[in-house]
């Protein structure tokens, strides 16, 4: 049941644009897009809901594809500060329980 | 400010010792979570409370303890049946349970428990 992430990591010079994807083999209320920088907390990024629009915010944004069970995070022109761990977690109607991702190591280069 | 509180930052512990991490948060929110976090893996979770004097078992609760008296309170003991206790250990709270569009959910520091 766990979503799977792809890539597993990815490494991009400052400016380019990066996709996260989260499939999961069940069908999904909501994903929840979380940032994790080595020994701090996960941070929120955003929540998608089933029958929901893109969400986003300039340069970092997300998709919710019901049919394919799929949300891809868009990474637009890279900044050094978004380097970390992102983290999918998906919720299915079933049971209401958030369950994550293994996470997508995303490195950030001058 | 309001925020999610974890203690200790790091804990050392030998083998077949109880401990109990702490996890206290003044957000006013009803639902609670304990993660445990291992390299290279997703949160895994441990137990997670959705209203005071109420807590349930998560994924992974075997040879852990959660109480849930106070609702800014939901400490973790971690108890000596845990085989492979050494792990880092987050604690979150979301104004309710996961789920519904309101649900960000908040985390501490986290807790680094190494057994020695």
């Known amino acids: 049941q766990q979503p799977v992430q792809s890539p597993q990591a990815v490494i991009l010079r400052e400016g380019e644009d990066a996709v996260i994807n989260c499939s999961s083999s069940k069908a999904l209320y909501s994903v929840h897009w979380y940032r994790q920088k080595h020994g701090e907390a996960p941070v929120f990024l955003m929540i998608l809901l089933k029958g929901g629009e893109q969400k986003g915010h300039e340069k970092i944004s997300a998709s919710f594809n019901e049919k394919k069970q799929q949300s891809s995070l868009y990474l637009t022109a890279s900044q050094l500060s978004y380097s970390g761990t992102y983290f999918c977690g998906t919720v299915m109607d079933s049971n209401y329980q958030l369950i994550w991702g293994a996470g997508t190591k995303l490195i950030i280069k001058p | 400010d309001g925020g999610i509180t974890q203690s200790p930052k790091y804990l050392f512990r030998k083998e077949g010792q109880n401990v109990t991490l702490s996890c206290e948060q003044n957000l006013n929110h009803d639902a609670m979570y304990w993660y445990r976090q291992d390299p290279g893996q997703g949160l895994r979770l441990i137990y997670y409370?959705?209203?005071?004097?109420?807590?349930q078992k998560g994924d992974i609760a075997e040879g852990y303890s959660v109480s849930r008296e106070k609702k800014e309170s939901f400490p973790l003991t971690v108890t000596s049946a845990q085989k492979n206790p050494t792990a880092f250990y987050l604690c979150a709270s979301s104004i309710d349970f996961q789920g519904n569009e309101n649900t960000e959910a908040f985390f501490g520091q986290g807790t680094r428990l190494t057994v020695v």
């Open positions: 409370s959705q209203i005071v004097n109420d807590f």
